[in-house]
């Protein structure tokens, strides 16, 4: 006897997250050319995971407290939060009590959790991070596109804000990626003030996204939306980027200045009854990645200066390629490459749409993986495509650029071409596809 088993009509609004739909389209590309008898390889332009190896102190540190099998406290061990409170303190001027602070299984299941808990619109500027919008739909509403420009770096203007809250009725909820994942742009002070203004005007919340906060290439450069604005924010973080331990699995959460007891138990009650707690040995290692360490710090030192490396040379590359243009990061690891100068010729080719540019990067012969179009939260006709630029030994280049620093453009070029010649090589392939284009 077969039973059918019904679902619930919210589970059809979640997407498949962007590293398994790449990763089945790598798989049906692997097995065409395997028909044509290409040996298949491909160039890793789509995964957003930093290449590194998890610091020596994190590790060692998980090692030591793997005995401890016991439940803990549900918004996060509070040695843990106190550590979290003192980093924020140090790095971005948040001078915060650990009372602020939930710590999560990863920033996904907090910003879940911010959607679940706040009533509100979220309004998610694109291009964006796939990940908020199946998110908010999945919980029954309908998230808000704010389109962003090209002309204003992919960066939120605020006379357009303003315009666009002037049409909004009740409350809202403004998602804030800083430095931004799929563009690399990161905001000037001046920039998130202005933001901060319309907001207040509006009584429009923010979400504040620095997962990629310590990545920042010019640190002195970031500046978080917590301490800007810190009656409005929420401020999600973690472990997965700048430590490169996203399978650790740990986020944390500031909440807004002058949090209600009700805001709070809000958030402890549905930790409590989604997850009870964060791992406890996650936790009990996470606190020495978050205390005073001078191993730290270096490591955040060299692992955002190859990132820099990586990302400003490989977009320079870009944007010598005719029709394409690239924006330039300031920090993470991704920089949107945009196509819409050959829009006509990619239509002419058949790729009607921005979800059929990926497909079309990743075909034989060029094998070029990126994402586009719905994962990057752009319209159909917006041809722009997202580069992931960790492909590359991530221990190898850190122990290199540890015995040898590169001082000037010529050393990072050389540094670029011995750990990042396969990137080159996907480069290559991309003019392939261009000239291809222009036939």
């Known amino acids: 006897m077969s039973f059918n088993i019904p679902l619930e009509d919210n589970i059809g609004k979640l997407v498949m997250p962007e590293n398994l739909s790449i990763g089945m389209m790598v798989a049906r590309q692997h097995k065409k050319c395997q028909e044509i008898g290409c040996e298949f390889d491909y160039y890793g332009f789509a995964f957003g995971q930093s290449p590194f190896p998890v610091p020596d102190a994190l590790q060692k540190s998980l090692s030591e407290n793997s005995h401890a099998g016991h439940y803990s406290d549900s918004a996060g061990i509070n040695d843990l939060r106190e550590a979290v409170a003192g980093f924020n303190l140090k790095h971005f001027a948040l001078d915060i009590s650990p009372e602020r602070i939930i710590v999560g299984p990863g920033t996904k299941t907090i910003i879940f959790m911010i959607f679940s808990i706040v009533k509100a619109n979220v309004i998610i500027p694109s291009p964006s991070w796939i990940g908020y919008s199946p998110l908010v739909k999945f919980l029954g509403k309908e998230p808000l596109s704010f389109p962003l420009s090209p002309e204003n770096d992919y960066?939120?203007?605020p006379g357009e804000l303003d315009s666009f809250l002037n049409k909004r009725s009740g409350h809202d909820l403004l998602v804030l990626n800083n430095?931004?994942?799929?563009?690399?742009?990161?905001?000037?002070?001046?920039?998130?003030?202005?933001?901060?203004?319309?907001?207040?005007?509006?009584?429009?919340?923010?979400?504040?996204?620095e997962i990629y906060a310590l990545t920042t290439y010019?640190?002195?450069?970031?500046?978080?939306?917590?301490?800007i604005y810190p009656e409005g924010t929420f401020v999600t973080n973690g472990l997965s980027k700048d430590r490169s331990a996203g399978g650790y699995r740990?986020?944390?959460?500031?909440?807004?200045?002058?949090?209600?007891?009700?805001l709070k138990d809000s958030f402890i009650k549905l930790a409590a009854s989604?997850?009870?707690?964060?791992?406890?040995p996650i936790q009990l290692a996470a606190i020495n990645a978050y205390q005073e360490n001078p191993r730290m710090e270096e490591y955040f030192h060299i692992t955002r200066n190859i990132h820099r490396i990586m990302g400003k040379n490989l977009s320079e590359k870009c944007n010598q390629i005719e029709g394409l243009k690239a924006t330039v990061p300031a920090g993470g690891f991704y920089f949107l490459l945009d196509f819409n100068q050959l829009g006509d010729k990619l239509r002419e080719k058949g790729i009607i749409s921005s979800d059929e540019l990926a497909p079309a990067l990743l075909a034989h012969p060029y094998h070029i993986a990126t994402v586009t179009g719905r994962s990057v939260f752009v319209a159909p006709t917006n041809f722009s495509a997202r580069i992931s630029f960790v492909d590359y030994d991530g221990k190898a280049a850190y122990q290199d650029y540890k015995t040898n620093p590169q001082e000037n453009k010529a050393e990072e070029e050389k540094?670029?071409?011995k750990h990042g010649a396969h990137m080159l090589s996907g480069l290559n392939d991309l003019k392939e596809f261009v000239a291809h284009l222009m036939e």
Not at 250 to 262: A, D, F, H, N, Y
């Open 179 to 209: 430095p931004n994942n799929p563009t690399g742009v990161v905001y000037k002070r001046d920039e998130l003030k202005q933001i901060t203004e319309i907001c207040r005007k509006h009584g429009t919340l923010v979400l504040s996204d």
């Open 415 to 417: 540094f670029l071409a």
């Open 250 to 262: 740990l986020g944390t959460c500031v909440l807004p200045e002058q949090t209600t007891s009700k």
């Open 155 to 157: 960066k939120i203007d």
């Open 274 to 280: 989604l997850y009870s707690n964060v791992t406890t």
């Open 218 to 227: 010019e640190l002195e450069n970031f500046h978080s939306m917590g301490a």
